[in-house]
């Protein structure tokens, strides 16, 4: 390797201070300290290691940077537009959070060419890289070949001491530690600080103990020299069989007088006086806002001979091992099998099962024809049935395999789907519990943020759990999860819709969806069909119906019951099946209204959860029948009766309402 030139890293981490600095005086609002604090790591990296290319971002073995701390947005920022990423000019550093910027104030995945995440809630960034890196190993086992290394790259991560305090990343990065990823690098930014000060009142673990009892190789560098980074980076390179964190002991705020090494310096501007000491201070000319000195610029460019190499390599890859290679580009652009409704199974009338099984007879049915179909559960395989068959475990002697066991990990699980699916070349999925979802909600909603396809298996969805009692029956999650824009929750009635859920969670080109499946058995109807794929259909009808019944999943079964009962009485009822809010909101309002025609106020919803949302399908006129409160624990089959989720109170609600016309 070249000499490092000293001067030019200096020149280019204090023209980062002097953007950060700069941006965040102007907007008024941001995080300084950081950016200063880690720009000579940020420095060493991008220009010396990090393998990108800004002509093409999308490159698919480019190494992955990831800043957890998004916080110091400003950073990640001031390195694309150094680097020359398209989009990313002076302008848009001087537009720092400001509205239709591509510098919003934590970086955002889609925004600008290079942000590889959306990051800002700490923990996330890191946990996600797991995922990135796990893709990484499970893509260059599959598809590299000797003297063919077309996947073989890195993936860094800047994490700050909120992303290690938070509960996330201990989950992930144990993970990672199992795993032994050593193609994961994190540079955890320890400055002792954080926003209500020294981290001496709330974080005096020792955190190099903790990731060397993980099984990560750790090492402890000052964080402002550039000889011991470039060390510590190419010991980390070299470790392959195990993860690196790299503590780089900073000063938050490097440079500033008054403000290095305090806590002010973390979330709030330097004041115009203060930057002008800190300028004075760094050697940065004090007429200039937003300067960048000659040369810097030159020290972040690439002269394309990577990226060139790569080309070269893949072409003759391509030529080499066709079929590989047409595989490898198809799991990156995300195919899906092209015949995939012959391929989903058709489940024989009148077997019943819970939905959970129907969801794993999916699975069997896919896998053999959708290689890039990955995933696991947070130790409740049995449970969540999300077997994959024919394959092994994803350990770290075994990347070609296909089930990652995720442990009793949700929330570490949630971030590592998100790394997954934002490396690319992979769908995954993930199982827990539909009450569990709650643990990995924070991930769940960043899927969502990102529009991350990512498939949730959500079993054991309500009172049907029964025996488990109140803290396994999930009754607030089904409205919580659909609150959660760009997502799409599907609660499958029987088998015929549970086929159907899966292939609109494949198709799903929105965000992260959640399959909501039962523990309980119901048989598969007659009726049920395709048209589950528009979110709520005409399961059953009666000549000028005078009353709607809506269910979902396996209350759908009670509503057809209840149907019968009102016929009895000699009420003719309209029964929906609705497996899916949003997938029905997103039809013509032609269709909806042939569902649930506006002439027909008299409707009973009933789903065994908050009734909450319901009104929307209702009206004012109709009722919700649900659990505005907790379950119980008990044979399900009696807890349906006492919390009355029963055939005849929605039979007893809808002649109550035809009463009141
Ligand atoms: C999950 C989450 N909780 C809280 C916050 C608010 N927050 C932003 S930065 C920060 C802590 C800052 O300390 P540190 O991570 O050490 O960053 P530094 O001060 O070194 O920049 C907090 C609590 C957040 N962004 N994400």
Known sequence: MTEYDYDKHQAAANTIRGLAMDAVQKANSGHPGMPMGMADVATVLWTRY??????HPDW????RFVLSAGHGSMLLYSLLYLSGYEGMTLEELQNFRQWGSKTPGHPEYGHAKGVEMTTGPLGQGISAAVGMALAEGMLAERFNQPNYDIVDHYTYVIASDGDLMEGISHEACSLAGHLGLGKLIVFYDDNSISIDGSTDISFTEDVLKRFDAYGWHTELIDGHDPTAIIAAIEIAQSVSDQPSIIACRTKIGFGSPHKEGTSSAHGEPLGEEEIILTKQALGLPLDQKFYVAEGVKDSFSRDGSQYAAWHHLWEKY??????????YQDALAGKLPADLEEILPKFEVGKAAGTRVFSGQVIVALAPHMPSLIGGSADLTGSNKTNIPDTTDVQRDNFGGRYIRFGVREHGMGAILNGLTLHGGFRPFGGTFLVFSDYMRGSIRLAAIMGLPVIYIFSHDGIGVGED????????????????????????ADGTETAFAWQAALENKIGPTALILSRQGVPTLEETNNSA???????????DPQVILIGTGTEVHIALKAQELLSQRGVSARVISMPS???????????????????LPARVSVEAGVTCGWKKYVGDQGVAIGLDRFGASAPYARVYEELGITAEAIATAAEALLVED
């Open 60 to 63: 698919p073995d480019r190494d």
């Open 469 to 492: 009692g109140p803290t396994h029956q999930p009754i607030e999650q089904l409205t919580s999860l659909r609150l959660i824009p760009n997502m799409t929750v599907i609660r499958p």
């Open 318 to 327: 391509a030529e080499a091992f066709p079929k590989s290679a047409m595989a």
């Open 533 to 543: 794929l528009r979110g709520a259909y005409i399961l059953s009808d009666q000549e």
């Open 50 to 55: 990090l393998k990108h290319e800004p002509d």
């Open 581 to 599: 809010w949003e997938l029905f909101d997103r039809q013509p309002i032609e269709y909806q209204d042939t569902v649930l025609p506006p002439h």
